[in-house]
T-cell receptor
Framework: GNSVTQMEGPVTLSEEAFLTINCTYT??????LFWYVQYPGEGLQLLLK?????DKGSNKGFEATYRKETTSFHLEKGSVQVSDSAVYFC?????????FGTGTRLQVFP | DARVTQTPRHKVTEMGQEVTMRCQPI?????VFWYRQTMMQGLELLAY????????DSGMPKDRFSAEMPDATLATLKIQPSEPRDSAVYFC??????????FGPGTRLTVL
């Protein structure tokens, strides 16, 4: 079945630093790809998504590009803020559901 | 702004008691998911429904957990009897088929 691997956390950055959180997946067919974010004490919420190869999802300054050739969907942001501190989950679709990664905690310090 | 609602938000109970968690999915969504989140295990899919029919409950401990959708506006997750290892945050999410899932705020369960 489909699976996903994301980089271990925590990722610790200073404000305005560049962020990359790696995500790779294995899949049969062509899954849709999602990034979700979970702020402390809240449920997961959609950050961005891409539904086909070479699509770029973007939201709140975050971007990720669907790379079929490398089966990756890395999350990037050019300049992080303290308010971006959260846990980020990568998730491809698979068999009627989302396959969530283990989550990567991001901590941004002023 | 449609949202998934979950009740209760917090529940503290003693071992052996029955616990019922409720979820109201977003109107028009035909798929409902139940997840459990702990520090040790992360996010686990327990069960999900489409058009109120259970599709997969293989993630659920069968002897004590049960999930139902009595109607399109209500999904329930029951634990009977509860155990301390069931302490976790339980999330409900709804969506249309394999499209975006919308998560509720969760029920934080503590079993003493």
């Amino acid at each position: 079945g489909n699976s996903v691997t994301q980089m271990e956390g925590p990722v610790t950055l200073s404000e305005e630093a560049f962020l990359t959180i790696n995500c790779t997946y294995t899949a049969t067919g062509y899954p849709s790809l999602f990034w979700y974010v979970q702020y402390p004490g809240e449920g997961l919420q959609l950050l961005l998504k891409a539904t086909k190869a070479d699509d770029k999802g973007s939201n709140k300054g975050f971007e990720a590009t669907y790379r079929k050739e490398t089966t990756s969907f890395h999350l990037e942001k050019g300049s992080v803020q303290v308010s971006d501190s959260a846990v980020y989950f990568c998730a491809p679709t698979g068999a009627d559901k989302l396959i969530f990664g283990t989550g990567t905690r991001l901590q941004v310090f002023p | 702004d449609a949202r998934v609602t979950q009740t209760p938000r917090h529940k503290v109970t003693e071992m052996g008691q029955e616990v019922t968690m409720r979820c109201q999915p977003i109107l028009g969504h035909n798929t409902v998911f139940w997840y459990r989140q702990t520090m040790m295990q992360g996010l686990e899919l327990l069960a999900y429904f489409r058009n109120r029919a259970p599709l997969d409950d293989s993630g659920m401990p069968k002897d004590r957990f049960s999930a139902e959708m009595p109607d399109a506006t209500l999904a329930t997750l029951k634990i009977q009897p509860s155990e301390p290892r069931d302490s976790a945050v339980y999330f409900c999410a709804s969506g249309r088929a394999t499209d975006t899932q919308y998560f509720g705020p969760g029920t934080r369960l503590t079993v003493l």
